[in-house]
């Protein structure tokens, strides 16, 4: 897979971290589950690129 997707996959993943850290924040008022929300769309970010990248993908056919 082309860096340029990968990269443009990353920046796609930050639009719902920054929507539910924000969400986090106002529920808890504290950094725990906000970094915890980083960490996780973090590894949910590193999986779709590293399946994309193995060519794991299912085509709708």
């Not at 106002?26 to 399946?51: E, K, N, T, Y």
């Amino acid at each position: 897979m082309a860096t340029p997707r990968k990269i443009g996959i990353c920046i796609v993943m930050i639009i719902p971290t920054f929507v539910f850290s924000g969400l986090l924040w106002q529920w808890f008022h504290s950094w725990f589950p906000v970094i915890g929300m980083i960490i996780v769309m973090g590894i949910l970010c590193a999986r779709i690129i590293a399946r994309l990248s193995t060519g794991q993908e299912q085509e709708a056919h």
